[in-house]
């Protein structure tokens, strides 16, 4: 295989110099120029994009016809232009940089947390299913509501904002919080593990120009705090009664219980020797069945 690689090598370099180098160099920047491009696309940045692109034909204009005071007037104005669009794109280059402190490049070859417990995952079952069966009431009688499920990233500047609850999830108290005209219904509710650690907490709203315009601060919410952390968050619509999930910055809408509890079974991190056992034990159960 080795002696192989070195022949398609050699013949590469006698042909046209190229090295297996160059071949993975371009594909490194095929890939980045790529990822940047659908950055750009997704944010605000793509309408700043079209006005440079329109300042550019200007400049090669006046350079075509050598007119000699607006080229002055570019290149002293070129560095002050370029910190503008640094200014200008800061919200969107940070979440770009947080996103990709969240793809965990470096943990999916070093396992950091090997001394992590073998024990139920983030969350139990019976708080999958509260949370669930209170999402679906509160569908049912138009309540809206926003609860984010925190996984790795710690949310706690969100939590200061909000009031401190420190209760067991439960589908009445969930129920509870969200009633209409009550201390707590305004704002989100944060679930660390199996607790309800805060309510009323604000998030940060998605500036996203391709989430639908019917949707309201709610959902918007809901989509904000997944595009900065790597938390999970179920909105319920008080115009509609519709479950939603945001997560890594997408939505999906219109969500059976069923369904919920499929995502929330996702994140929720269970040790593969626990899941293992538990389809062994369904089909022995089949069997003696």
């Not at 550019?56 to 000699?68: K, Q």
Request: hydrophobic share 45%.
């Amino acid at each position: 295989m080795i002696h192989g690689l070195e022949i398609v090598e050699t013949y590469l370099s006698r042909v046209s110099g190229v090295r297996w180098a160059d071949i993975f160099e371009m594909i490194i920047l095929t890939f980045l120029i790529y990822h940047i491009l659908v950055w750009i696309k997704n944010t605000k940045a793509w309408s700043l994009l079209k006005g440079i692109l329109v300042i550019a034909v200007f400049i090669l204009f006046a350079a075509y016809f050598e007119m000699n005071t607006i080229l002055w007037i570019v290149n002293n104005m070129f560095g002050v232009a370029v910190t503008a669009v640094i200014v200008i794109l800061q919200p969107e280059l940070r979440k770009a940089i947080e996103e990709l402190g969240r793809k965990n490049i470096i943990s999916s070859i070093v396992p950091f947390e090997v001394g992590k417990s073998l024990g139920e995952g983030r969350f139990s079952d019976k708080t999958i299913n509260e949370i669930a069966k209170a999402c679906v009431e509160m569908g049912k009688v138009r309540t809206g509501a926003l609860i984010v499920v925190e996984q790795g990233q710690r949310l706690t500047e969100y939590e200061r904002t909000g009031i401190d609850v420190d209760g067991i999830v439960t589908s009445q108290l969930l129920i509870n919080i969200f009633e209409h005209n009550t201390p707590l219904h305004d704002g989100a509710v944060i679930v660390r593990g199996n607790r309800i650690t805060s309510a009323t907490c604000y998030l940060p709203l998605s500036d996203n120009m391709q989430l639908s315009k019917e949707l309201g601060t709610r959902h918007r919410a809901g989509v904000g705090i997944s595009e900065v952390t790597d938390s999970l968050t179920i909105i319920v619509s008080e115009e509609t009664g519709k479950i939603s999930v945001a997560y890594e910055g997408k939505l999906e809408r219109n969500l059976s219980g069923e369904a919920l509890k499929e995502k929330l079974r996702a994140i929720q991190d269970k040790p593969v020797e626990e899941n293992r056992r538990k389809i062994l034990w369904k089909g022995r159960s089949k069997v003696e069945k």
